[in-house]
């Protein structure tokens, strides 16, 4: 009997192939004749928009064909085939995406599966790949709001100016009624849920290097922030180079629980953010700061895109959602550039909300950059759990089932997307 079982597993190891996360991939289609693969390069570059901030008191080789639209220009190339707890209705989740996504293929049996009889991790579904539709625009906004691009006050153009977004962090004290702009926030936030777009969320430190904030003290602010209606609470340096421990994060993780209210937590290692006790959930949110430009310096390639990895490693094993802000000057000539470059990582990534700003968060001007442009079609899920690296090339790929993302970190910074059968 055991001799049976044996050739039996024996068989199926023959039959799924190397131990390799391709071999799980379904073939890519072949064409009866290779065709070229649409090459679009689209810009994160949104329609300009003019009106002054009022400032606030803070403590291939063919010819290309160009086709414009509200996301900027689309570049469409031809090139060489490459190598192979309420959540508005227009703002899904990525627990509403997973299960719209389950459809793109089913894989088949790996040779892990043999593993996983004998207690090892299981491969993680395809369903978790999918694509967020719809906007993926961040507001990470530390100005008074009231004032956010010229409003002046203004609660209904205020209120329209955030509802571009589709998550929106409001700045430190403004959940508390000695702030100056206390009753026009509460304004805002009221009129933001009458338009049931954006989520806002509201800024706690949890720093120990920082503010230093007591436990009561956390809770309280957030319970604040509650009452004036926000969707959850954005928990800053939240990280051990804070000074903040395991204890101290999950403490703080169910004071707010308590209040029925979701976090997103930014710190630095990934790991600080999803280990403890208390895990995240797919209502909950990590931050990446300083997304590949940091105050317009672009950052280490490796280091960056190897936190990157992890961070969707432990996204993809919670569902929790990706954030990711990049920063630069306004008026830095290569701004486009750099921006693109971020925004694309970011598609690379499966990032959930993406946001292109200044250092301040908007803090000196009260000025909030318009929302990136929506991105091509790049299909409905991911083929890949991770992004593959070639190191030497500059080059970082992940396959949809439309097509590849591709990112070059060298000679230039750049993205695009390699549409199968053009």
């Given amino acids: 009997m055991m001799r049976a079982v044996i050739i039996l597993l ?21 064409a009866a004749s290779p065709a070229a693969p649409t090459v679009t390069m689209a810009t994160a570059d949104p329609a300009v928009r003019t009106g002054a901030a009022r400032p606030t008191i803070t403590t291939g080789t063919s010819s290309p064909t160009i ?10 190339t031809t090139a060489a085939a490459p190598d192979t707890h309420s959540t508005p209705a227009t703002q899904p989740t990525r627990a509403s995406v997973e299960r719209q996504a389950g459809a793109c293929y089913t894989p088949p049996m790996p040779i892990s599966a043999i593993r996983r009889w004998f207690g090892s991790t299981p491969p993680k579904p395809v369903a978790e790949l999918g694509i967020r539709p719809g906007t993926r625009s961040l507001a990470l906004y530390y100005g008074w709001p009231s004032v956010v691009n010229g409003a002046n006050g203004d609660v209904e153009v205020a209120a329209a100016t955030f509802n571009r977004h589709g998550v929106v962090v409001f700045g ?9 702009d206390y009753q026009r926030t509460v304004a805002v936030l009221h009129r933001l849920r009458e ?8 800024y706690v430190d949890l720093g120990v290097r920082t503010q230093n904030l007591d436990l009561p003290t956390i809770v309280r602010y957030a319970d604040a922030w509650r009452q004036i209606g926000v969707h959850g609470i954005f928990l800053d340096d939240a990280g051990a180079d804070f000074g903040v421990d395991e204890r101290r994060r999950d403490a703080a993780l169910e004071g707010i629980r308590r209040l029925g209210l979701p976090v997103i937590l930014n710190a630095h290692e990934p790991d600080d953010a999803f280990r403890g006790r208390v895990k995240l959930t797919p209502e909950d949110g990590y931050l990446l700061e300083s997304f590949q430009v940091s105050n317009g310096l672009i950052q280490s390639p490796e280091a960056l895109l190897r936190k990157a990895d992890r961070a969707l490693e432990l996204a993809l094993q919670s569902g929790t959602e990706l954030y990711a802000v990049a920063t630069g000057p306004s008026d830095d000539p290569a701004v486009k550039v750099k921006r693109d470059y971020a925004w694309w990582t970011a598609l690379l990534y499966g990032i959930d909300y993406f946001q292109y700003t200044t250092i301040d968060y908007s803090a000196r001007t009260a000025h909030l950059p318009e929302p990136a442009g929506e991105p ?35 000679p230039e910074p750049m993205g695009m997307f390699l549409r199968r059968g053009g």
């Fill in 10 to 30: 024996l068989g199926v190891c023959l039959a799924c192939g190397p131990d390799d996360p391709a071999a799980a991939a379904p073939p890519r289609a072949k």
């Fill in 67 to 76: 086709t414009t639209g509200t996301a900027g220009p689309t570049i469409t």
């Fill in 172 to 180: 430190d004290g403004l959940e508390l009624p000695t702030h100056p």
């Fill in 195 to 202: 338009l049931g777009g954006a989520r806002v969320f509201g």
């Fill in 376 to 410: 091509p079609d790049l299909g409905t899920c991911y083929l890949e759990a991770t992004v593959r690296h070639s190191w030497a090339e500059g080059l970082h790929r992940r396959l949809t089932d439309l097509g590849e993302i591709r990112v070059l970190t060298q």
